[in-house]
C-alpha cells in the first residue's frame, strides 16, 4: 500500500521554526517529485515548495523563499520541510504528495498525504 504519512505540525510563535516530515511506505520517494502544498481555511490549496527526482532540482513559492528549505533523506525515505521566521499567515495545514512533474500543479501529484495543522500564532 502506498502511504505517505506528515508530522512535524503545531502551535509556534511568530518568528519560530518547525520542521515538517514526509515519510512514505510501499514506495521509494527518490523515484518521485516530492511537493509540500497548504491549505488555509476558507482559501483555496497552494504550492509551497518542491524537490524534483534525480537533479534534486528545487522551487518555492515567492511567499516562503529566503524562509522554507526542502531537503531529501534517501536513506531514511523522507522529504522535510524546515519552515523558519514562521507567520501567522503561514498557519494551514500542510501536505506533502509525490508525482512525477516538476510543478506545483496540485492535478500532477498522485499520491497525498492527509496533512500536519501548523499555528503560528502569540
Known amino acids: 500500500q502506498l502511504q505517505l504519512v506528515e508530522s512535524g505540525g503545531g502551535l509556534v510563535q511568530p518568528g519560530g521554526s518547525l520542521r515538517l516530515s514526509c515519510a512514505a511506505s510501499?514506495?521509494?520517494?527518490?523515484?518521485?517529485?516530492i511537493g509540500w502544498f497548504r491549505q488555509a481555511p476558507g482559501k483555496e490549496r497552494e504550492g509551497v515548495s518542491y524537490i524534483s527526482r534525480g537533479d534534486g532540482r528545487i522551487y518555492y513559492a515567492q511567499s516562503v523563499k529566503g524562509r522554507f528549505t526542502i531537503t531529501r533523506d534517501n536513506a531514511k525515505n523522507a522529504v522535510y520541510l524546515q519552515m523558519n521566521s514562521l507567520k501567522p499567515q503561514d498557519t494551514a495545514v500542510y501536505y506533502c504528495?509525490?508525482?512525477?512533474?516538476?510543478?506545483?500543479?496540485?492535478?500532477?501529484?498522485?499520491?497525498w498525504g492527509r496533512g500536519t495543522q501548523v499555528t503560528v500564532s502569540s
Open positions: 504528495a509525490a508525482g512525477t512533474a516538476a510543478t506545483m500543479r496540485d492535478s500532477a501529484y498522485d499520491y
Open positions: 510501499g514506495f521509494t520517494l527518490d523515484s518521485y517529485v
